[in-house]
């Protein structure tokens, strides 16, 4: 189902810019097999499914969904290339998705199963260009990722109203269980709409120009719930309802005109 998932997330870019997925340029199944062949690890579904779509869109096409971030598959054997072989079978499972400035890296880890939707990770090297192993995981869910990409970059911050309630209590995981499912029925008799492919810790969804956001992506993150919006009064009035329901404290974040 990998590859559906990535469909629907580019569907909802769509939606949001259809500018920017009309400038989305795909790779042929022939140059994603160049890939394979370079790296040894066969792609899974999704992200086949993410070079179908955008493995030959050039540099910069998509601002500001992606920013100064080398996408193409020439990009990506050039990157491999650089690193060497050596290196590269180092890397194990992980496959590189995309490279910005040499410097930030992100990697799809291969499941077992090549139709289920992989995690993310983001792989450091040394100085003598050894990966840097480690068990942290950067994402757990690619097509999550990439719709929480899309939600932010296209809507939330495009919204003259953007506020973050942070909570400072550290929650168990049946606390903060509990506390999701109940701004889940908030954002349901607000008559919100869970974003395609949101899923997990971290729930986002959206009602016309609103969005909403709660939940934690990592272990070690602070509960946190976002509200943004085109309208001033009724962007204030969700955030109230959430604040007056579990505290928390809020802050609030200027809208960057580099959005749009």
Known sequence: MSAHEITEVMDYIERLDPKIRARMVGASDAEIATLEDITEVPLCDSHRTW????????????????????????????????????????????????????????????????????????????DDGVPIHDDEVYYPSFAAWLAGEAFYRLSVCRQ????????????????????????????????????????????????????????????????????????EKETRRILEIMHDRHGGSITRFPRSPFYG
């Open 160 to 231: 003259e109203f953007q506020f973050v309630i942070t909570h400072s209590t550290k929650y168990t995981q049946a606390a903060e269980a509990e506390l999701r499912a109940d701004l889940e029925a908030i954002a349901a008799r607000l008559e919100f709409t869970r974003v395609p492919q949101s899923h997990g810790t971290y729930l986002l969804y959206e009602r016309g120009h609103f969005g909403l956001t709660f939940g934690t992506l990592l272990p070690r993150d602070a509960f946190g719930i976002g509200v943004s919006g085109s309208d």
């Open 51 to 126: 070079l179908r779509h955008l493995g030959n869109t050039p540099f910069n096409a998509l601002k500001p969904l992606f920013l100064d971030d080398s996408l193409t598959v020439a990009d990506v054997r050039e990157y491999y290339d650089l690193i060497g072989h050596e290196n590269a079978r180092k890397l194990g499972r992980a496959a590189l998705l995309y490279h910005r400035d040499g410097i930030e890296k992100l990697y799809t880890v291969q499941p077992d199963d090549p139709t289920a939707d992989p995690p993310l990770k983001d792989v450091a090297f040394s």
